[in-house]
């Protein structure tokens, strides 16, 4: 197989990826019921629109619907998600943790590269995101 026709059907892969799960979550987090009890849990002071900006704001730069955005959880892990979204080392990627790194910039003035941990989850992304706010 030459590099050209591999290449055509990666593109051609990566193109029925997503048209069949573009825009939803991985199945395991699609699958749940809404999560914003346990967000409200988290985060007693924090408001329900504070709550839901920051997680518009995580779904945009992973290019999920808006409506997936109570299907997760503060305890998610950050790289569980990506690495959910491509199982497999050979998929390239749409560049979402470098565009989630852009977008909290803007919108929070948080520099991502200094928080991230591959254990990093989006709890403590958005305690971050609320300290920031409040000093």
């Not at 892990?77 to 979402?96: C, F, G, N, T, V």
């Not at 591959?118 to 403590?124: A, C, D, I, P, S």
């Amino acid at each position: 197989m030459s590099k050209s026709t591999a290449f055509i059907l990666l593109v051609i892969v990566c193109l029925v990826w997503s048209v069949l799960f573009g825009g939803r979550l991985p199945k395991q987090f699609h699958a749940r019921s809404c999560q914003g009890r346990s967000w409200r849990n988290a985060f007693p002071s924090a408001s329900k629109q504070e709550i839901r900006e920051f997680l518009i704001v995580f779904i945009n730069a992973f290019a999920f619907s808006k409506t997936e955005k109570l299907k997760l959880n503060p305890n998610d892990k950050i790289l569980q998600i990506y690495q959910a979204r491509y199982p497999s080392q050979l998929m390239p990627d749409a560049l979402e943790l470098e565009t989630l790194a852009v977008d909290l910039e803007k919108k929070y003035c948080l520099n991502f590269e200094r928080i991230w941990s591959e254990n990093l989850t989006l709890g403590e992304l958005f305690t971050h995101v609320q300290l920031g706010h409040k000093l």
